[in-house]
């Protein structure tokens, strides 16, 4: 009886022991979860308003708080959300420079006529920049460049799948949204090739207008006809 009460106590110990460890492990799955979904309802706070405090969405995206394989979804998911808002923020700025509600105005056709070199080119890398951003950001909305950060980090099919559940509104992004957000990007785009136009258009007849009391004047009707049809096409877009 004293042996087989022993046995009994050890037994009893193990079943403790692996109880508690157990309960750990899926207390530890848990407090590791809420850890990286509290991490990504601050971002969302720091970015819903459409307005990025960049600054403040570096350093939460380059910090980690989780660990072991939560650190790797993380990582992943932090790594893909710091790209996709360092080219929303690229784009934002382009679209945001005050140059570009300036390029059509007397005091820039006096500053950089008859010539518009500095004009031109400013037009030339924008347009560029604007292509190159609206190519990336597209790019993040696709399902395999979403995936392709945690794959980059582990094979493991629960730390994958935990990922794409953390990210799931993004994989599944309608098309109706890109297509807005890819329309949006354009309609800019066509403004600035009006607008090139029209710098195109003053250069070959640099010698048919000047600037005078802060207006444009043109030497026949005929131009001030075309150049007004610039506008107009610029202002129903």
């Known amino acids: 009886m004293k042996k087989g009460g ?12 692996i109880a508690i460890a157990g309960g750990y492990f899926f207390i530890n799955d848990r407090t590791q979860k809420a850890k990286i979904m ?3 309802s601050q971002i969302e706070e720091l970015t819903k308003s459409g307005e990025f405090d960049m600054d403040a969405l570096n350093e939460k995206t380059g910090t980690i708080v989780s660990s072991g394989k939560y650190a790797n979804v993380e990582k992943a998911a932090k790594n893909y959300a710091s790209e996709l808002f360092n080219t929303a923020y690229e784009i934002r700025t382009i679209l945001g420079d005050e140059k ?7 005091d820039n056709y006096e500053k950089d006529g008859p010539e518009f070199t500095e004009t031109k080119k400013y037009l030339s890398e924008t ?11 597209l790019s993040y909305l696709e ?3 979403i995936n392709s950060y945690i794959e980059a980090e582990t094979k493991d099919a629960y730390s994958i799948e935990l990922y794409q559940q953390l990210l799931k509104e993004d ?7 890109k297509q807005e957000l890819e ?7 066509s403004m600035l090739n009006i607008e090139e136009e029209v710098i195109n258009f003053l250069v070959e007849n640099k010698d048919q207008w000047r600037v ?18 610039f506008l107009t096409k610029l202002r129903i877009l």
């Open 212 to 229: 005078q009391g802060g207006q444009i004047l043109f030497n026949s009707n005929s131009l001030v006809t075309k150049y007004n049809g």
């Open 183 to 189: 329309k949006s990007i354009e309609k800019v785009q």
């Open 171 to 177: 994989i599944e992004i309608s098309d109706k949204e």
């Open 100 to 106: 570009l509600a300036q390029l059509l105005t007397a």
């Open 38 to 40: 509290e991490e990504f």
């Open 6 to 17: 022993k046995i009994g106590i050890i037994t009893g110990v193990i079943i403790l022991i």
């Open 143 to 145: 399902e395999g460049k």
């Open 127 to 137: 347009k560029q920049k604007l292509e190159d951003g609206k190519t990336k950001m």
